[in-house]
């Protein structure tokens, strides 16, 4: 297929001198075989020198469930598993063009006939497979990839923390006990039909309204939600698998952007910069996962 596009686009160069290199570049990207990663944006897939004030780009993960390990130690690490589906950059804005430096990412796959035709044609202008999700991640100007470039697990190492944003669970219409944590009313000696109720609003004629912002009942839940400094547990290159400690936003099978927290910030000597580039020897079927090193103290024996 690949020899065939390729003495296709050779014809086809010849015979419409109309064609520009562009077109015949996009035609190549989207009908052979050979690799979709695009540095005409003037960025390469190379590793760098991060600096403290470098910024990667984040990642869009599958949230797959909840489950619970034991470490060496013996301790119990609640854990929420996480599934990088196939991460690629889909488009690069540079400041020459859009004004800023960020990375879309893709991540999933979609049939054509499931996207509208506006999205359709920037994955076509773009020359990279249909999506399912695209998310936007601001990054320096030395942390530019190629479009195409993939977005693995490997992208993150144990041990380090990461901002994970989703949409969390919708509770529906709900009081403000459970919204607020009100403490509620009397439960008895006096109370009567108020136990769970809001209390005052406000005052009398002055001011005479509410003031906004007031905690009331109301929609519980369904908004865009970060929670920070999510510890990475393990990471399993050969599934794409991830294990962070704790709980992330959203239900299962929900979209789940991470990204380097940016309070307790990993050590950039440990990251891959600006992404992780396999070695061509590498199989990554046969790679084991990665462990967060846990240190040599005991810490059921620190207090003795």
Not at 294 to 299: A, I, S, T, V, Y
Request: one cysteine or more; aromatic letters at 8%.
């Amino acid at each position: 297929m690949a020899a065939t596009s390729r003495g296709l686009i050779s014809k086809l160069g010849s015979s419409l001198p109309s064609i520009t290199t562009r077109g015949v570049y996009q035609f190549r990207r989207l009908f052979s075989s050979e690799s979709l990663v695009d540095d005409s944006n003037g960025s390469e897939a190379r590793t760098r020198v991060m600096t403290p004030n470098s910024r990667r780009t984040g990642a869009i993960a599958v949230k797959c469930g909840m489950t619970a390990v034991w470490d060496k130690w013996g301790a119990r690490v609640p854990i929420t598993i996480l599934w990088l589906d196939d991460n690629i950059v889909s488009q690069v804005k540079t400041i020459d063009k859009e004004g800023i430096t960020s990375l879309q990412v893709g991540c999933g796959q979609k049939k054509e006939k499931h996207l509208t035709k506006p999205e359709v044609g920037h994955f076509r202008a773009q020359g990279v497979p249909m999506k399912r999700k695209l998310r936007e991640f601001p990054v320096t100007e030395d942390g530019l990839l190629p479009v195409g470039t993939p977005i693995t697990v490997r992208h993150f190492v144990p041990g380090q923390y990461l901002d994970v944003t989703a949409i969390n669970l919708g509770k529906g219409f709900q009081g403000v006990m459970k919204r607020h944590g009100f403490a509620g009313g009397p439960e008895s000696h006096g109370s009567s039909k108020f136990h769970r109720g809001p209390g005052s609003t406000g005052q009398r004629d002055a001011p005479g309204k509410v003031f906004k912002g007031r905690k009331m009942p109301g929609r519980m839940g369904g908004v865009q939600i970060t929670v920070k400094n999510v510890w990475v547990y393990k990471i399993d290159p050969a599934r794409n698998l991830m294990w962070v400690r704790g709980q992330v936003p959203g239900a299962e099978g929900n979209f789940v952007a991470l990204k380097d927290a940016w309070y307790k910030k990993p050590n950039i000597s440990t990251l891959p910069f600006p992404t992780y580039f396999p070695p061509p020897e590498e199989e990554t079927s046969e790679l084991e996962p990665l462990v967060a090193d846990l240190g040599e103290l005991d810490p059921f024996m620190a207090a003795d």
